[in-house]
């Protein structure tokens, strides 16, 4: 809890409304008390790297951050050799913040947009780590706690016209560590995309 309280502080002074909005249940913090009965757990990597583990009520696995040994090789590994030509990216989920922060720092000539759609998940992490990545990259957008027709109707106003230039079957990238279960809560997603990409034209 006390570190929790020095990241939402950190962010506090550089973006009121993200630490806002991470603030609005303080229990996920103190108690876990996570959202559709899931659970979660810090532990290492076998490379000595903090791991944290969510499942669900039945204690299946559903997002592991990181992906891999080491949060530096999942960056690595999962950052794709020929970006998109769009000038901004999309990532479905924030992770621990290194894939994030590396692909910040690869691409920082495009726009980083960050959509966590469950907002329990993220503030369980600032438990543990460091949050001032949040908050000193200049490309990063931060979409937290968001329904995908919140997303992309804030979405549209950062980006406008470039939205126009996707195809009907665009998605986010999905974080590292989320692929199972992204793949199930992308679900929702791509019928709202479908509906706002055409009611772009």
């Known amino acids: 809890m006390r570190v929790a309280k020095i990241n939402l502080r950190v962010l506090g002074e550089f973006d009121d409304n993200l630490a806002s909005v991470l603030a609005r249940d303080l229990s996920v913090i103190s108690g876990g008390n996570l959202s559709q009965r899931e659970t979660c757990q810090w532990g290492k990597t076998e490379e000595g790297y903090p791991l944290l583990t969510f499942r669900d009520f039945q204690g299946n696995v559903i997002a592991k951050y990181p992906g ?29 913040g290194s894939f994030v922060r590396h692909v910040c720092e690869q691409l920082n000539d495009k ?10 998940r993220y503030t369980r ?6 949050l001032d990545h949040a908050v000193e ?6 979409f ?10 804030c979405f549209l106003e950062e ?7 996707l195809p009907v079957y665009w998605r986010p990238w999905i974080h590292p560590g989320l692929e ?19 009611g772009l034209f």
């Open 111 to 120: 726009r980083v947009y960050v959509w966590e759609p469950n907002l329990n």
């Open 137 to 142: 990259l200049p490309n990063l957008r931060w």
């Open 159 to 165: 980006e406008g016209e470039n939205l126009q230039e």
């Open 68 to 96: 891999a040994p080491s949060p530096w090789s999942e960056a690595v590994e999962h950052l794709p050799d020929e970006p998109g030509k769009d000038p901004f990216i999309v990532l479905y989920g924030a992770g621990l």
């Open 125 to 130: 992490r600032t438990c543990r780590s460091k």
């Open 180 to 198: 199972s279960w992204g793949q199930k809560e992308m679900a929702a997603f791509h019928p709202v995309w479908v509906r706002f990409y055409q």
């Open 144 to 153: 937290l706690g968001q329904t995908p027709e919140e997303f992309l109707r």
